[in-house]
Structures are given as C-alpha cells and as structure tokens.
C-alpha cells in the first residue's frame, strides 16, 4: 500500500466548470475525510465517511459540493459551477482509530 | 476564538537551534497530532500524542493534559526543517481533525 493517493494533483478550471478529484485511501482504513486549505491557515474540515456512509459535512459543503465513497473504497469530490473563491488546496485523509494519513493534495484554481 | 491556537506564527532560526513551537487548545481532546507540510501540500504525520512526552530523532513532542498544551521542541534545527508546522486535535468523542493555522519555520543555514 503506497498511502494516500490524490489525483489530479493540480488542476486549474475556468469559472462555471465542474471539477471532480479522486482520493484513494489506505485499504484497511474505514474512515476517509476531505479538507479544504487556504494559503496560511490551517485545513479546514468538509466532510467524512466511515466505510461509505457520509456521516458529518460541514457547513462550508455549499449545495455545488458533493462528496461520495461507493463501495466504501475511493471517494470523489465534485464541485459544480466552480467559483474564483473555490481555489484552494483539497486534502484528503483516511484514518483507522487516532492514526492519520493524509494524501498530497489536489491543488484547483479557478480562473 | 479558534479551538486551536498556535504560537508563533512565523519562526526564523539559525541552524544548530532549539526550536519550540506551542499548541493551545480550548476542548476535551482524545489525540492531538504534530504534523509538517512542505511546500506543495503534503502533510506528514510526525506524533499522535494522549499523553506525556514522545520522541523521534531530533524531534520531542509534550503534552499537558489538564494544561491543554503541547509542545514541538526541535533540537539542534537544519534548514531541511523549515516547513509549516501544524498542531491537531481531535475532539472527545469525535474522529475529525480541528486544525491550528500553522506555525511556518525557516532554518537558516
């Protein structure tokens, strides 16, 4: 198992387009997360699944953001409409208890 | 008020330094995570902590439980060290991350 893997790992859209990014996790984690980071703060949370259950989203999950784990394995994030105000850097993590792997990343920006 | 707060904002150090960054948090924890992002994003896991002290090569990560506080001490610093540091909890009975905003280090040779 080589981690937590991202992809794309950069992508740049114009305005109006939708974009989807892949995350796959580490097999034996149940529980997979997507954050959103800004250039100087800390990543900020979106939404979870344990196994393929979506169990928390944040409030910053506008209606143009969904989120999915078929099957309990990969997840997809997909925003729709994007806006300049989208760009950002997109983690994604998994976990199995208290221990964290985070993925490199796909960094989106819109213009 | 963030539930994590990191101090300080922006390190410079000499190379050879004792570096310490400081993690305050205003919740009921479980864990709390010391983690390094590089430029380009990827984060890594250096400690998961509950309690009392944790070391690693160069690195020794501290908390106080009844404080609500850690600390990342590096020891005798080199410039590969430089990144972001970012403290990480996760709340009591939650499984999500709360992030601090970061603290950026810069090693100067």
């Known amino acids: 198992d080589t981690g937590v893997s991202q992809n794309p790992r950069h992508k740049i859209t114009k305005r109006g387009q939708n974009v989807t990014f892949r995350c796959d996790p580490i097999s034996e984690h149940n529980r997979l997360y997507w954050y959103r980071q800004t250039l100087g703060q800390g990543p900020e949370f979106l939404t979870y699944f344990q196994n393929e259950a979506q169990l928390e989203k944040s409030r910053l999950l506008s209606d143009r953001f969904s989120a999915e784990r078929p099957k309990g394995s990969f997840s997809t994030l997909e925003i729709q409409r994007t806006e300049q105000g989208d760009s950002a850097m997109y983690l994604c993590?998994?976990?199995?208890?208290?221990?964290?792997?985070f993925g490199s990343g796909t960094r989106l920006t819109v213009v | 008020k963030n539930e994590v707060e990191q101090s300080p904002q922006n390190l410079t150090a000499q190379e050879g330094e004792f570096i310490t960054i400081n993690c305050s948090y205003s919740v009921g924890i479980s864990a709390l995570h010391w983690l390094q992002q590089h430029p380009g994003g990827g984060i890594v896991s250096l400690f998961m902590?509950?309690?009392g002290k944790k070391k690693h090569g160069r690195l020794i990560a501290t908390i106080n439980i009844q404080e609500k506080h850690s600390s990342l001490h590096i020891t005798a610093s080199h410039p590969r060290d430089s990144a972001v540091y970012i403290c990480a909890v996760i709340v009591t009975s939650g499984s999500r991350l709360t992030f601090g905003e970061g603290t950026q280090l810069t090693v100067n040779p």
């Open positions: 993590a998994s976990s199995l208890g208290p221990l964290y792997t």
């Open positions: 902590l509950s309690s």
